[in-house]
């Protein structure tokens, strides 16, 4: 058995019995998949811990960069209380029609504002509405702009809040430092800028499963 082969068997294990699939969550990646969306959708095991996340943190808002299908949206959505607020952001017009079905059908678009276009552009609309800081913010977009999205990311949030910031391993490549890709200078951007900065305090953890060789940030913001 290949060593790939062994870590996608140990998260089928974990994901059956922790994180086992139900018609909604099912239903969000088969829809996905026939609209031809790009599958990089969390796995099931990872959306659980976004879940456990925010309901760790007794969150009752979420801001979230990076749609897609809206997988990992009901994920984070199921979390929230009945008067709770996501704000979830997706570039391509055509995910976010996708991601719009998905959570309807889940019964969640109550709780969850989905907007479209460039995340850069939505997120000072967004400041202008001076909404509540957002307890947890996942950010799982255009890696390039991630420091740019942590740095929002912390204007929106307040002490005691939570940034989870995805895919930084990018196969072990954020190591790398002959690798001057957009994706790898954007990651190490944010991760330097998580150590530097005077109100994060933040780790990184290397995963493997369904997703490869990956891993996550977790940051929380300080007073």
């Known amino acids: 058995m290949s060593e790939s082969q062994l870590w996608d068997d140990v998260d ?11 018609e909604a969550l099912a239903a969000a990646r088969r829809e996905s998949d026939a609209a031809g969306l790009p599958p990089v959708n969390v796995t099931a095991n990872q959306g659980k811990l976004l879940q456990l996340l925010a309901q760790l943190q007794g969150a009752r808002t979420v801001l979230e960069i990076g749609t897609l299908g809206g997988y990992s949206t009901i994920w984070l959505a199921r979390a929230l209380p009945a008067d709770g607020r996501l704000v ?31 995340a850069l552009e939505s997120l000072p609309k967004l400041a202008d509405e001076n909404p509540p800081p957002f307890d947890l ?87």
Do not use: C, M
């Open 88 to 118: 979830t952001l997706e570039y391509n017009a055509r995910h976010a029609e996708v991601a719009v079905r998905n959570i309807a059908r889940a019964g969640l678009d109550a709780l969850v504002d989905v907007r479209v276009g460039p």
């Open 137 to 223: 913010v996942f950010i799982d977009a255009d890696k390039g702009n991630n420091p740019h999205y942590l740095e929002w990311a912390l204007r929106l949030t307040s002490a005691g809040s939570l940034i989870v910031l995805d895919n930084v391993v990018r196969g072990g490549r954020v190591a790398d430092a002959g690798d001057s890709a957009d994706d790898v200078r954007g990651t190490r951007a944010a991760i330097e800028l998580i150590g530097s900065h005077p109100r994060l305090s933040g780790t990184a953890l290397q995963t493997v499963g369904g997703k490869g060789y990956d891993g996550f940030a977790l940051a929380r913001v300080l007073p």
């Open 12 to 22: 089928t294990y974990f994901i059956s019995h922790l994180a086992p699939d139900d």
